[in-house]
């Protein structure tokens, strides 16, 4: 059964509501949202609507913007909008504008010389992992234009085989590295690091950039002080993309389409700041998970891109949502007895029909849905990208009717729910929106939930038992 709740199916919500098709949909700075196939009725919505109030989003919202500690473990504001913020913007006493437009200035400089080429490289090692690896990649393959001099290699997890096959294809005179890690002490980063300063040779500090909020162990590892691109303490990992952690993305596709991505999020930003007037995108989003996660009971959600070069979405979305809602205790450090986090998984659409869709269809579990795609994209082939969308409609509809009318074996129940997220034409700007409308919609859950999104204290034990357990293996005891 899935409703917890006594709500309707989704084919009866659509009969017995004509307006429903279009009333449960935003459109938003080119994006449009389609949650009709999301089993809720009008009362529902409303009543979703008034828990942003008690619980007192619009103030937590302004103590979010204001600097203030909201990540309360660390005793940290967040201020990831600063990162993104144009000159004259304030966000309390802890955020120097002047510091943080320096430094972005800084690490987009550097990003305009590999871009054009006058850097002298041809390939760039971008060397980190989860928010240092994961968002600037989905940005450099989602805006990438193949117009950059440099190619980027992504370097995260440990891979010895890989690392020396680019050690063999590459060159090491116009090859360079970007160590990104805010702690500048992650076990994987710092052993591809050095296996890379070794590889690069000698000069290779002319070579090699830190993305940072350590630059003293960036320095003691040999950086360069003016090769440390620094970003505050008050930016968290899965939040860092827009920062020097960017650096390589902006490298790649260029430093005015990532200066649009800025400016996409930053009116995202605003947008958010003032939703108590009229819902943004973030909290309907947010309001939706919660209905999905605590009303209708569903630990999972899958993204699902239709948009080929939103292929990685999901992997940056599994990051910033499991690892901010994905907690056990509240603000008050109160042990939770209700659900948090769901498990968020997905990839690219067409590819996932010929995997995982069977069981979706016709499996004994109901798992939500959100597909992704686009209208249009500029290549050669335009056919393609109709069909790419006409399978994310088909599926919409699949999901949600399901089959009656063949043999037992072929029928699917549908009433499953799914939502779909278009865009007319993926560009920088709207790309940059949709990222900072994510990470609000996973700020707004938080303040439903009353946890805390930015700490991630769940992943220390499992360091700790490999470091011990590695240098047990190193002793060969
Ligand atoms: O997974 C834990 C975590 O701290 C993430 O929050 C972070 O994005 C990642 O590891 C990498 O951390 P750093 O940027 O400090 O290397």
């Known amino acids: 059964m899935l409703q917890k709740n006594d709500t309707p199916g989704i084919a009866e919500l ?71 913020a144009e000159e004259g913007s304030s ?82 005179a116009t090859t360079g590295m970007v160590m990104a890690s805010k702690s500048f002490s992650t076990e994987e980063t710092m052993t591809q690091a050095r296996a890379a300063r070794q ?56 430093p005015e389409r990532f200066r649009r991505l800025l400016a996409g999020a ?59 809602l994905g907690k056990g205790v509240d603000l008050d450090d109160r042990p939770l007895d209700v659900p948090t986090a769901p498990l968020i998984y997905g990839g690219r659409g067409t590819d996932l029909q010929h995997s995982i869709f069977q069981a979706l269809h016709q499996g004994r579990d109901t798992h939500p849905l959100l597909l992704v795609g686009s209208l249009r994209d500029r290549h050669a082939y335009p056919e393609w990208h109709q069909a790419q969308y006409a399978h994310l409609l088909a599926q919409a509809r699949a999901f949600a009717n399901g089959r009656s009318d063949g043999e037992i074996y072929q029928n699917m129940p549908g009433n499953r729910p799914v939502a779909t997220l278009i865009v007319d034409e993926l560009d920088s700007d709207n790309l940059g929106w949709l990222l900072a409308s994510l990470e609000h919609a996973v700020y707004a859950l938080s303040v439903l939930w009353g946890i805390n999104a930015f700490d991630q204290w769940g992943v220390e034990e499992g360091k700790r038992l490999a470091a011990e357990i590695r240098s047990r293996l190193q002793s060969g005891t």
């Not at 070579?207 to 691109?229: C, I, Q, Y």
């Not at 008050?234 to 596709?253: C, E, H």
Request: net charge negative; aromatic share 8%.
């Open 266 to 324: 930053e009116r995202a930003d605003r947008e958010f700041a003032r939703s108590e007037q009229d819902p943004s995108m973030a909290v309907v989003l947010a309001l939706l998970m919660h209905y999905l996660r605590r009303d209708l009971d569903l630990n999972t959600l899958g993204v699902v891109s239709y948009e080929p070069r939103l292929a990685l979405l999901a992997g940056h979305l599994q990051q910033l949502v499991m690892e901010s």
């Open 14 to 84: 659509f009969e017995s509501d004509p307006g429903r098709e279009q009333d449960f949909r935003l459109r938003q700075s080119d994006w449009e949202l389609d949650y009709s196939r999301i089993p809720l009725e009008r009362a529902g919505l409303t009543s979703l609507h008034t828990l942003t109030e008690s619980a007192g989003l619009g103030a937590a919202v302004a103590r979010l913007f204001a600097g203030e500690s909201v990540n309360t473990s660390e005793r940290q504001p967040a201020l990831h909008m600063a990162l993104r």
């Open 91 to 172: 966000f309390g006493p802890g955020a120097d504008m002047a510091t943080l437009l320096r430094q972005r200035q800084r690490f987009m400089d550097l990003a305009a010389r590999l871009h054009d080429g006058s850097s002298g490289l041809t390939d760039l090692l971008h060397i980190g992992i989860g928010g240092s690896d994961l968002g600037p990649r989905l940005v450099a393959d989602a805006l990438n234009a193949d117009d950059s001099a440099v190619r980027v290699h992504w370097l995260s997890t440990l891979d010895g085989r890989r690392f020396e096959r680019l050690c063999r294809e590459l060159d090491p």
């Open 199 to 254: 590889w690069l040779g000698e000069g290779w500090a002319k070579r090699a950039w830190a993305a940072t909020a350590n630059a003293g162990r960036a320095e003691e590892f040999g950086v360069p002080a003016d090769h440390v691109l620094e970003f505050p303490s008050f930016v968290g990992g899965r939040y860092s993309l827009w920062s020097s952690v960017g650096v390589s993305a902006a490298a790649r596709i260029g």
